[in-house]
């Protein structure tokens, strides 16, 4: 199959080489990115870094026994992957639940909804990739008086069962 039998011709493979897929090295993330409290952001896929229209992606570092300050981010839905570490995630009006995420575990995170990231772990960094659904990084800090005792939330399917006490 050639350029032309995809409907292109000989001068889309300019563009495709200067326009078309692009890496960016793990050490080349910019952290002029939005921050908040207890964590550092940095970008990796956004619109002035490579053109995104419709995504923003990149990394967060939670140091070891720490939490971000609340947050939320608008409009948009997000997805965090646990690369290392033990995530706590608290949300609600006063982060009044909680759930854990472990190594290979992703995290969905509904426009509005007020969070707050904790590493759960005393003696190992918290890693994780992110995505939101715009290219621009969108981040409203937040004051929020949590609640002393948040309920613990599983997410449960048709599929997976809710977990045995213990568990």
Partial sequence: MTANDLGHDASDEHRWRDNGVRVIKADRLDPNTAQT???NRAAAINAARVGAQKIWAGTVTIHPDAKTGAHHHGALESVIYVVRGRARMRWGDRLEFVA???PGDFIFVPPYVPHQEINASTDEPLECVLVRS???AVV????IDPVEKPDAVYWVDPIH?????GE
């Fill in 37 to 39: 409290p207890g964590m």
């Fill in 100 to 102: 854990e995420a472990d």
């Fill in 134 to 136: 715009d290219s621009e």
């Fill in 140 to 143: 409203v800090n937040l004051d």
């Fill in 161 to 165: 069962r809710h977990p045995e006490p």
